[in-house]
């Protein structure tokens, strides 16, 4: 399958010390990857880097075939590569279903009409639905977000990504914050994610990882030193001594 998105020997220094060292990654459609690593490995930083959140000191960035290296971040979004965020960032007075159709509006650069306009809107109202339903939040989509669970919430934020229509989607820890009883709801939407979109997530949960990933790859100190298959991950070496531990015993 062709490639949809490469990184290739990216590189971040500060000062003297490269945080990033030269990473470089592929994905095609519909790939699964998991990108792990010890604290401090540098994975915030590669993907600050990957979106255009960070400038880079060297290395090039492509996305469908085309060098994105240059542009700033809301280019990369425009050409399809959307990040979620680890923190949510909601309005609590506003529903899942206004979130989502704002959303789209943004994406057709429709953001200056006033927002209650969108029942108006045949199209935006049946893709914000569609959107919900496939992530399992349409019965919540009257409920103002202060009113829904943490976990729900979490999936709230990757229905807005969703609404943007990427191409390539970062998934900033989904499940950070979540109950370990509520961890069930983020996998089960992951499954139902367009199988042709390539996900990229960064998560610390090594439960999630191995039950989402195809593929994981491993960062420490700036550095990938695994990228294979998840049962092969458990017993690298390099990755016991660096990230595992007692996960992998």
């Known amino acids: 399958m062709s490639t949809v ?4 020997k990216l590189r971040k220094n ?3 010390l490269a945080v990033t060292n030269d990473v470089s990654l592929s994905m095609a459609k519909g790939d699964r990857v998991a990108l792990i690593g010890p604290n401090g ?3 915030t930083t590669f993907v600050n880097l990957v979106t255009g959140n960070l400038a880079a000191t060297s290395g090039t960035v492509t996305l469908g ?7 700033n ?3 990369r979004v425009r050409r399809g590569l959307v990040r979620s965020f680890q923190v949510t960032r909601l309005f609590f007075d506003m529903t899942p279903e206004e979130h989502v159709a704002l959303a789209i509006l943004q994406r057709e650069g429709k953001t200056g009409r006033i927002l209650g306009n969108y029942r108006r809107m045949p199209q935006v109202m049946d893709e914000a639905r569609d959107i919900l339903h496939m ?3 349409l019965p919540l989509a009257q409920l103002r977000v202060s009113e829904i669970a943490y976990g729900q919430q979490r999936l709230l934020e990757i229905a807005l990504a969703l609404a943007l229509r990427p191409k390539v ?12 009883s509520d961890t069930g709801r983020i996998e089960e939407a992951l499954d139902r994610l367009p199988p042709d979109l390539a996900v990229l997530m960064i998560e610390h949960d090594m439960d999630l990882v191995f039950r989402f990933a195809k593929r994981v790859v491993v960062l420490a100190a700036g550095t990938v030193i695994f990228d294979g298959l998840p049962q ?7 990755v016991r001594e660096a990230y595992l531990g007692s996960y992998a015993q």
């Open 5 to 8: 998105f490469e990184v290739s």
């Open 14 to 16: 500060f000062g003297g």
């Open 41 to 43: 490995a540098g994975k």
């Open 65 to 71: 075939g085309e060098n994105v290296s240059k542009l």
């Open 73 to 75: 971040a809301m280019q």
């Open 135 to 137: 992530l399992g939040l």
């Open 169 to 180: 989607l970062l998934l900033d820890e989904p499940a950070a914050g979540v109950p370990q």
């Open 232 to 238: 092969a991950v458990v017993q690298d070496a390099r």
